[in-house]
């Protein structure tokens, strides 16, 4: 018998997602990032937005505690990637959140309702794949100006649309089992069969799922701003930082380099944390 079987699921998925040193490895420096992105910028005397002029492009120095050096209008480069690893942060989680409530909601009443309804909503997904995303986003910028708000809207747009085939799949699987069946023997009202017995039966695969998605997020948010259609300045994401950093790489290397190593460590830390929650998760492990 496993060592786990005691335990519920959740606990017993917390403790082999702990039990690799990888694993904790990486969660460990996930959570220094985090505290290091909320404290830096409030600890620190320069400010993320305000040039200084006397300081532009100054190269990493202990002696004037700029351990990243400065950008192209003077301000401290590690204050700058702290901010952009806040707003990275912020849109992978706020984005890949409202992807995976409205997948769960979409693929749960349609792989529950079934039938035409089930064929409708997904051929609506269908029609969504086909919509290139870059022209969307570009489209709604044209539409809507270059707002903040814009890029959880267009990266809203797209994400949503896996989980919600994946959930779909599971929610067919889960209305033939015996439990639906007694539910609805004893008379109870879909939504709430629905809200009771079909999603949290999908808990385990949507924690996963949106483990994953967060880092994919991230990295559509860096494409956006390193094409100039994302975060718009003074703001700084990691990928608009990379994109400025790229004007200035053959003479200013650090410039790029900073940003570019924090992003790739941070995508790293979240995609190998959602591998380990994945195989935590997995019921032959149990």
Known sequence: MSRHAGMGLWRAAWHRLLAHRSQRLALGTLALLVLAAILVPLLSPHRYDLPVWQHILEPPSLARGSLFGTDGLGRD??????????????????????????????????????????????????????????????????????????????????????????????????????????????GMPGPTLLWRHVVPNLAGIVVVYATLTVPSVILFEALLSFLGLGVQAPLASLGSLVADGAVEMQAHPYVLVCPAVLLAVLILCLNHLGDGMRDALDPRQR
Not at 100 to 106: D, K, M, N, P, T
Not at 108 to 127: E, P, W
């Open 77 to 186: 480069l590690l204050v700058r990637v702290m901010w952009g690893c806040r707003i990275s942060l912020l849109v992978g989680l706020a984005a890949s959140l409202v992807s995976v409530l409205i997948g769960v909601a979409w693929g749960t009443t349609a792989g529950y309702v079934g039938g035409r309804t089930d064929a409708l909503m997904m051929r609506f997904v269908d029609v969504l794949y086909s919509v290139p995303f870059i022209p969307l986003v570009i489209v709604l910028s044209v539409l809507f100006g270059r707002n903040f708000l814009l890029v959880f809207a267009a990266i809203g747009a797209v994400s949503w649309l896996d989980i919600a085939r994946i959930v779909r799949g599971q929610a067919l699987a889960i209305r033939q089992r015996e439990y639906i069946d007694a539910a609805r023997a004893l």
